[in-house]
């Protein structure tokens, strides 16, 4: 086909989706017009609502120890996983790959203040290991209504090295449903401006058999 004919079609293409937008917005613009003084009063008061509810969501949040990430004995774990409605726990020992771990849920943890981020000494915690069947360290439980519904274990599912970036962690918790992507942090805005990854181990190892 001659390029020009090419390039008048996707010209007509390019045309029609900008009419479309055009349309859409004129649309919703004719829409706010139309409002009398009651229906704007009504949004705005619904609007205030909602940004009520989501401060006091956000409280709540606090209140538990969400937009932190730090480490919690044994014997708390239960306790917090139903305290929260979504919780992220870390099993780990003192190595590289989970360390790795660290640095990646210190900075998620900070933006996703809907859910709560926690670690434990796997250990130090030889029941909770075992009934949770942890077996490779780090491993990631993930909990929702109080029930560890999904694993991420060692690295594999994020490139099998630890050079993965944070977003590769955020976009494979949310794959879980345990974090929002359009979150809840103050950061939110500029979380996926850069692409944020850890220092490669001259190791390059990926887990540690528990």
């Known amino acids: 086909m001659d ?10 293409q390019v045309l029609s989706v900008a009419k479309a937008v055009e349309d859409k917005l004129d649309e919703e613009i004719s829409a706010l017009e139309r409002l ?6 009504a949004l705005r008061e619904r609007r205030i609502l909602q940004m009520r509810r989501a401060a006091e969501r956000r409280a ?6 969400h937009g932190e990430y730090g480490e919690v004995p044994e014997k708390d774990f239960f306790s917090a ?6 919780l992220v726990c870390h099993f780990y020992r003192e190595n590289w790959p989970c360390k790795v771990v660290d640095k990646h849920l210190s900075i998620i943890a900070k933006q996703h203040v809907e859910t709560r981020f926690v670690k434990v000494h796997a250990e130090k915690a030889p029941f909770l290991t075992e009934k949770l069947r942890i077996a490779v360290l780090p491993t ?20 099998g090295k630890d050079d993965f970036s944070t977003e590769d962690l955020e976009e494979r918790l949310a794959k879980a449903q345990v974090i929002f992507l359009d979150g809840e942090g103050p950061a939110n805005a500029s ?18 058999s528990d």
């Open 3 to 12: 390029e020009s004919i090419v390039g008048q079609i996707l010209e007509k």
């Open 81 to 86: 996983a139903k305290a929260s409605e979504r």
């Open 36 to 41: 009398d003084p009651d229906d704007i009063e």
């Open 60 to 65: 709540k949040w606090r209140a538990l120890s």
């Open 191 to 208: 979380k996926h401006a850069t692409k944020r990854s850890v220092r490669q181990s001259d190791t390059g190892n990926s887990s540690d």
């Open 140 to 159: 990631l439980a993930l909990v929702k209504n109080a029930k560890v519904e999904d694993y991420v274990v060692g690295f594999d599912e994020l490139g």
